[in-house]
């Protein structure tokens, strides 16, 4: 088959094809102290497609992307989208 599954970034959405280059990001299963406490780590592996199924692994089309879910980890501690509940005053 031409395409092993259709996978999609989790950033942007971008589909992704057979020729590219796409990394894997996990949070915070590398020291999980406490099972409690949010992702605290940030790993990114380079494509594996025996792992990429796994439901804790983000995938990632580039290194664009791979920026955009650091500053969201950074910056929220998860890969989601920033969540808009009206104004927040922090
Ligand atoms: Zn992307």
Redesign the pocket.
């Known amino acids: 088959m031409a395409w092993d599954e259709s996978f999609t ?6 589909m992704k094809l057979e020729s590219n280059h796409w990394w894997m990001v996990t949070l915070g299963d590398v020291f999980c102290f406490e099972a409690d406490q949010p992702p605290k780590h940030f790993s990114i592996v380079p494509w594996n497609a025996s792992e990429s199924r796994n439901e804790d692994v983000h ?4 290194e ?2 791979a920026t ?1 879910a650091l500053e969201r980890f950074m910056s929220t501690g998860t890969l989601a989208k920033e969540v808009h509940l009206g104004s927040m005053h922090v």
């Not at 970034?9 to 971008?14: L, S, T």
């Not at 995938?59 to 580039?62: A, Q, V, Y």
Request: proline share 0%.
């Open positions: 970034c989790d950033i942007c959405g971008k995938h990632i089309c580039g664009g992307c955009k």
